[in-house]
Nanobody
């Protein structure tokens, strides 16, 4: 099991930016997909973005053009740069890892999860 530790959450106003990081306990060259999900109070966990170890990036429509996902396998770290934040982006953000290729939008296919970091966007 991969241990994942997120950092970088916080509070910003609408239009602001935040950067999240997630450090993995294993060599991430062996992890096919590393992604971000988020969960707002009373809502289901939803896909935000994911990146493969072939550098293919996939985004939820709601964040396309505002968020950028990246990974640095030399540091075993996943990143999420969030720009032009909106109040509807407020949620707990989770880092996730899936060792094999295949479906990537469903939370159920990711084997490992971080503890989450809170992002709050005020209007």
């Amino acid at each position: 099991q991969v241990q994942l530790v997120e950092s970088g959450g916080g509070s910003v106003q609408t239009g602001g930016s935040l950067s999240l990081s997630c450090v993995a306990s294993v060599n991430t060259w062996d992890v096919y997909f590393m992604g971000w999900f988020r969960q707002a109070p009373g809502k289901e966990r939803e896909f935000v973005a994911t990146i493969s170890n072939m550098w293919n990036k996939y985004y939820a429509e709601s964040v396309e053009g505002r968020f950028t996902i990246a990974r640095d396998n030399t540091k075993n770290t996943l990143y999420l740069q969030m720009n032009d934040l909106k109040p509807e982006d407020t949620a707990t953000y989770y880092c996730a890892a899936r060792k094999d290729s295949g479906p990537y939008k469903s939370a159920e296919v990711y084997e490992s999860w971080g503890q989450g970091t809170q992002v709050t966007v005020s209007s």
